[in-house]
């Protein structure tokens, strides 16, 4: 009698849950618009089997000659673009009206308020305050680091490489990995990272284990996108706490002491921030909390 109770509690949840993932169905073909068909469960994705993108791959084949589709996500409407001309218009002439992100709850105090997880008008304005940051003159500051770290990987390479008569045999993540962390440290936070010039470089693991995604942590990705609730109630992190309190020290002492100190001259972007900070006229409060913030994603995302 108790495993038939079992067994039609559960039959009951399951056509509930598919009640609930089906309640927007007709959304698409109501509005005209071809609706996709995915090929991946969101059993797969949190077990890392499959990634959003081998979705996005389907939705693309699937559209052929079209210029976009309709599809879902946990039963949300979302809409594929492929065409390149309705991407600019909603990237830049109508982005007043898709400016807002998808819920997506961190507590991670390195990245939580930075301006991916922003909404509505906290959005606009940090992006208001960031976008003089991005000028081409702003970046051009910061070649001279591409530059170094370049030639350090030329040395990398012929120092650590097996030679042959045409080139060099080596191992292509490893040296691109390091290159990447050597150039966004010094580009993001003005740092020696020494990944290059050291094997055993702390900065480099710390940096690798930032976008290392594991099982447990694309668990943490579909709790954070599909049940914000839940993982704002539980105070989740994506960040592995030592890795999260090794960037966040790192960043509070360099932003602190540029601050303090006016370091002119240095060309960075945790320099163009606090140089963005003194000249603030947007009225943001900005902080020296969302400052290491968006310099972290700045990290991540190079």
Request: proline share 2%.
């Amino acid at each position: 009698m108790l495993l038939t109770w079992v067994i039609l509690t559960f039959t009951f949840f399951v056509l509930l849950f598919k009640k609930f993932l089906g309640r927007n169905a007709n959304y698409w073909k109501e509005r005209g618009v071809v609706t996709l068909e995915s090929e991946t469960t969101l059993l797969q994705l949190l077990t890392a089997k499959k990634s959003p993108v081998d979705a996005d791959r389907v939705y693309y084949d699937q559209l052929g000659g079209g210029k976009f589709g309709g599809s879902f996500e946990f039963g949300n409407p979302m809409l594929f673009l492929k065409d390149l001309e309705v991407v600019k218009h909603i990237l830049i002439k109508d982005f007043d009206r898709f400016m807002d992100h998808r819920d997506f709850v961190d507590t991670d105090p390195v990245f939580s308020k930075s301006l991916f997880f922003l909404h509505t008008g906290e959005w606009r304005n940090m992006r208001a305050f960031l976008s003089p940051t991005f000028t081409s003159g702003k970046i051009r500051r910061m070649f001279h680091h591409f530059e170094r770290c370049s030639n350090r990987m030329k040395d990398f390479v012929h120092a650590n490489s097996t030679s042959l008569d045409n080139g060099y045999a080596i191992t292509v993540p490893d040296v691109m990995g390091r290159f990447t962390a050597d150039v966004i440290g010094a580009v993001a936070f003005g740092m020696e990272t020494d990944a290059l010039t050291n094997l055993d470089s702390f900065f480099f693991k710390m940096a690798k284990r930032s976008v290392a995604l594991d099982k447990k942590r694309l668990l943490k990705f579909g709790l954070f996108s599909f049940f914000p609730k839940i993982g704002n109630y539980f105070r989740m992190q994506s960040l592995p706490k030592d890795v999260s309190d090794f960037f966040l020290g790192i960043l509070t002492k360099a932003f602190l002491e540029r601050e303090a100190n006016n370091k002119e001259g240095r060309e960075d972007f945790l320099q163009i921030l606090t140089e963005a900070k003194a000249e603030n006229k947007t009225g943001i409060d900005f902080t020296v909390d969302l400052a290491i913030q968006q310099a972290f994603l700045f990290f991540l995302a190079g």
